[in-house]
């Protein structure tokens, strides 16, 4: 059974820090790409953050410079550091593994930590 178990959120005033973790179980986590994915009230789930199983990463141009996204193979964990938070970044982050099964593409998805930015 695939696991993908999100943790960190939490409230933080702007200008703030918070890293994120995601603990994955259930498939081979080194060959996954590992995605942040968040979804604002009343806004569609948006791609935060991406780093493959060779660790290239891509960020959404709104958190470049500001997030950073890293994966422990040992530890079947991606991590996502959050510097210079605004209220903008006021979200629940999902942690997202996307694989092949065979020739077919599987995405797996976590429930979520609720990230609130606010003074």
């Known amino acids: 059974q695939v696991l993908l178990v999100e943790s960190g959120g939490g409230l933080v005033q702007p200008g703030g820090s918070l890293r994120l973790s995601c603990v994955a179980s259930?498939?081979?986590?080194?060959?996954?790409?590992m995605s942040w994915y968040r979804q604002a009230p009343g806004k569609g789930r948006e791609l935060v953050a991406a780093?493959?199983?060779?660790?290239?990463?891509t960020y959404a141009d709104s958190v470049k410079a500001r997030f950073t996204i890293s994966r422990d193979n040992a530890r079947n964990t991606v991590y996502l550091q959050m510097n210079s938070l605004k209220p903008e970044d006021t979200a629940v982050y999902y942690c997202?593994?996307?694989?092949?099964?065979?020739?077919?593409?599987?995405?797996?998805w976590g429930r979520g930590t609720q990230v609130t930015v606010s003074s």
């Open positions: 780093i493959t199983s060779v660790a290239d990463t």
């Open positions: 997202n593994a996307n694989r092949w099964v065979g020739i077919q593409a599987v995405r797996s």
């Open positions: 259930g498939f081979t986590f080194s060959g996954a790409t």
